[in-house]
């Protein structure tokens, strides 16, 4: 069994050559085509000046004692971010992980079983069961929240848990799709082995097709949690008491006060967006590999 | 060879084939419906029944607190009669026209844009162009939010770049504002697709148009645009049903005001339900924002279904 999972999962044979761009014919640049390429990455330059912009306030108030809506040289310091990492303000970034992990642990693991069936398996209506799959991953289920808040409130769930199962409803069509595609281009034969050796389904799962389709189970996973971590809506109108509010809300109370923290807020922002900065490149680390994945097999 | 049906000669017969083309009868093996059960059963009970459950409460006359909280009913036609006088209503429609408009062009413009500048790029522009808004797009919306209200406010980072620090952009042109903030947080899906797809566009077809001495907007628009219309057609429909549920960007950012001016559906959905205590007609408004969806849905569904 481990010399099965061993063969090179995810190693890339064919990579450097696949991925290498394809360059145009050599041609002698002229003095034409060295101005239109200047112009070009003028114009990129100016477009990459306007997309830095709205972000610069966020990372220069984050580290200023004085910061203001306005963009300004710091007075550096880091006592913005000691003063968010503490009391409340951390009990909701914990909440946040809370809300995240639950979340994403419910839709990954149904959403795998899902996947492995609608890939391999003979079942009934399984075009119609695809298509409905695909609808409800393209159309945001977060417009349904205030059917949900009814629902909740009749039976007292308004809180963290089901608020966490709910958004594990919201990212699992798309990770049922994603994880689905993975499976398909796992190939069957080693599948096929562990079944000769009478391997249980729940075996061929777990030694088979889930170390196989790791990068894809992993994307999915990253994307459930990025999903729940940056939820506004749905918290705001699903969880009720104050003390189970995750770091949006939290965000969103910094707004409220009367006298406003700049530099508090803009340093508890960026704090909330470093899971996120980190997953996402994770994420495309592992769609890389995710294409590479016949290696399983040797042949 | 060509006397065998059914097996592909070049990568010979799949499992998946040799299955299909058995005489006996359909097997279902039952574990698989029990791997099925814990999505579908998620799906049925925090999707379909509330879809459902959402259909009869915006036709009642619910109201979050008071004595309608606890005795309401059934009036459907005094709920549409409202929606139908309701002003407000129609200006947030017309408002989320605009902004889902308006998110959707600039998306594709900017998106393909970014894409073909940075296949032409110095690989540092490149990488530093590329990271910037593949930064913004990864952001969570509340994020973006404060970083659009303190650069749009007066004396925010617009302001001070423009050399006009007292304008406030953000009272002023509040619509045009939120839209090109939403952009701002799409663009980066949109160019990371379509630089893909168009790496995929053979070159060849390209340096044939060349020969033929076809302009840069002849090669755009007969070879480039058909190839990628479907990566476009699906960004569309893609960013739509993103805009129309961009709640998060505007509440922080205006909580669609200045008076009515960015109340979008799920927003003006919300301040019904919730600020004006109209549980049931929050519930109807929201149900036109389901109306909506699935009509962009069943689009995506169609051009997604074609490649599966």
């Known amino acids: 069994m481990s010399e099965m999972t061993d063969t090179n999962v995810g190693v890339p044979e064919s990579t450097t050559t696949a991925d290498a761009p394809v360059l145009p014919p050599e041609n002698r640049p002229t003095q034409r085509t060295k101005v239109r390429s200047a112009t070009l990455n003028l114009i990129l330059g100016g477009l990459g000046v306007l997309f830095l912009a709205p972000m610069l306030w966020l990372f220069l108030a984050s580290i200023d004692k004085n910061a203001s809506w306005g963009v300004e040289w710091p007075h550096f310091s880091l006592i913005n971010f000691r003063h968010v990492l503490t009391g409340s303000l951390l009990h909701s970034l914990w909440n946040s992980v809370i809300l995240a992990v639950i979340s994403t642990t419910i839709a990954s693991v149904a959403g795998v079983f899902a996947a492995y069936s609608l890939s391999r398996r003979r079942i009934p209506f399984k075009g119609p069961l695809l298509l409905f799959i695909i609808f409800s991953s393209g159309v945001p289920l977060a417009i349904l929240v205030i059917p949900v808040y009814e629902i909740f409130s009749k039976y007292g769930l308004l809180s963290i848990l089901p608020t966490a199962v709910f958004l594990s409803v919201t990212s699992l069509p798309f990770e049922v799709y994603l994880m689905k595609n993975f499976i398909d281009a796992v190939p069957t034969d080693l599948e096929e082995a562990a079944r000769m050796e009478r391997a249980s389904t729940f075996q061929v799962l777990r030694r088979v097709v889930i170390p196989l389709a790791l990068p894809g189970i992993a994307a999915a996973a990253i994307f459930g949690f990025v999903n729940a971590w940056g939820s506004f809506v749905v918290p705001l109108i699903l969880i009720g008491p104050q003390n189970q509010q995750p770091a949006p809300i939290a965000i969103y109370t910094f707004l409220t006060l009367p006298k406003a923290q700049f530099g508090n807020i803009a340093a508890y922002s960026l704090v909330f967006c470093i899971p996120v900065f980190i997953l996402y490149t994770i994420s495309s680390r592992l769609f890389r590999e995710g294409f590479v994945l016949g290696g399983g097999v040797k042949g | ?308």
């Open chain 2, 1 to 308: 060879m060509a006397s065998i049906p059914l097996v592909d000669t070049v990568t010979g017969p799949s499992t998946s084939e040799l299955w299909r083309t058995r005489r006996d009868k359909e097997r279902y093996q039952w574990s698989s419906f029990g791997l099925l059960t814990p999505t579908f059963g998620l799906l049925i009970l925090l999707f379909l029944v509330p879809m459902g459950f959402a259909v009869w409460l915006g036709f009642t006359n619910l109201t979050l607190v008071g004595p309608l909280a606890i005795h309401s009913s059934f009036v459907p036609w005094q709920q549409l009669t409202r929606l139908r006088t309701d002003t407000s209503f129609w200006s947030s429609l017309w408002v989320t026209g605009i902004f889902i408009a308006g998110s959707i062009v600039g998306v594709v413009i900017m998106g393909y844009t970014l894409a073909s500048l940075l296949m032409r790029a110095v690989p540092w522009m490149r990488m530093i162009v590329g990271g910037i808004v593949v930064v913004a797009w990864m952001m969570p919306a509340v994020t973006a939010g404060i970083t659009w209200y303190a650069s749009t406010t007066g004396g925010g980072a617009f302001a001070t770049l423009l050399g006009t620090p007292n304008s406030n952009f953000l009272d002023n042109d509040p619509l045009l504002v939120v839209t090109i903030a939403s952009v701002w947080s799409m663009t980066g899906f949109a160019m990371l697709v379509m630089g893909a797809a168009l790496r995929n566009i053979p070159s060849e077809a390209i340096e044939a148009a060349t020969v033929e001495n076809a302009s840069t907007w002849q090669r755009f628009r007969m070879i480039v645009l058909p190839l990628l219309r479907p990566t476009m057609t699906a960004i569309v429909l893609l960013t739509g049903l993103l805009a129309l549920a961009n709640f998060s960007l505007i509440y922080i950012m205006t909580q669609g005001g200045p008076g009515n001016a960015t109340n979008i559906l799920p927003l003006y959905s919300y301040q019904q339900a919730f600020s004006f205590n109209n549980l049931a007609y929050g519930a109807l408004i929201g149900n036109i924002m389901v109306v909506i969806a699935t009509v962009f849905g069943v689009f995506y569904v169609r051009i997604t279904a074609r490649r599966l």
